[in-house]
């Protein structure tokens, strides 16, 4: 079975520009996390999706990052302008549970690491 | 709201030593608990977890029992081995939305 991708591995930009991240999850997993991981901290949650809708983006600074996952499959994380604090690697997970269901495992991507100068 | 206070690194052991990493958390209701790995160069993947009180985890040699009275998920091993040099993070998730609420993270080194 296919792990969850992500692409760039790596992406360097100065501040003020945007900047695009990319996930494909496992093969029928309902549910699609993208978290944020500052370095020496632990992954923090921007927005999860349960297939094309947003469950939870409480914590997504919504002035400067966007998400959507269209068709319930692939989706993609915006940065538009870059800040310096926004320096960190991010991440994709995907589970197959449904709301309310019982806790399932998350499956997490390698991460994009991000350096904004 | 919820978190996650796990012991600060890094720890560094022996081969053969005995591992203790000690979690502490702070939730309403009743989480579920995990323990999550990231060994150098990959992605986090789950090491063991525990839905109600008192389960107990394991998994490739480490253990972690859900202890409810004491708020605590802390991970054991008996007897480390170089490959489990890793990241190791605690982390918990309520009802509703399921997300994960993370610790900082302790790195382990475990030398020859």
């Known amino acids: 079975e296919a792990g969850v991708a992500q692409s760039p591995r790596y992406k360097i930009i100065e501040k003020r520009q945007s900047v695009a991240f990319w996930c494909n999850p496992i093969s029928g997993h309902a549910t699609l996390y993208w978290y944020q991981q500052i370095l020496g901290q632990g992954p923090k949650l921007l927005i999860q999706?349960?297939?094309?809708?947003?469950?939870?983006d409480s914590q997504l600074p919504k002035d400067r990052f966007s998400a959507e996952r269209l068709k319930g499959v692939d989706s993609t994380l915006k940065i538009q302008p870059a800040k310096l604090e926004d320096s960190a690697v991010y991440l994709c997970?995907?589970?197959?549970?449904?709301?309310?269901?019982?806790?399932?495992?998350?499956?997490f991507g390698p991460g994009t690491r991000l350096l904004v100068l | 709201g919820d978190s996650v206070t796990q012991m600060e690194g890094p720890v560094t052991l022996s081969e053969e030593a005995f591992l203790t990493i000690n979690c502490t958390y702070t939730?309403?209701?009743?989480?579920?608990l995990f323990w999550y790995v990231q060994y150098p160069g990959e992605g986090l993947q789950l090491l063991l977890k525990a839905t109600k009180a008192d389960d107990k985890g394991s998994n490739k040699g480490f253990e972690a029992t859900y202890r409810k009275e004491t708020t605590s998920f802390h991970l054991e091993k008996g007897s480390v081995q170089v490959s489990d040099s890793a990241v190791y993070f605690c982390?918990?998730?309520?009802?509703?939305?399921?997300?994960?609420?993370f610790g900082k993270g302790t790195k382990l080194t475990v030398n020859p």
């Open positions: 997970a995907s589970s197959p549970r449904l709301a309310g269901g019982p806790a399932e495992t998350q499956y």
């Open positions: 982390a918990l998730s309520q009802g509703g939305s399921e997300k994960l609420v």
């Open positions: 939730a309403t209701g009743y989480p579920s």
């Open positions: 999706f349960q297939n094309n809708g947003v469950v939870d």
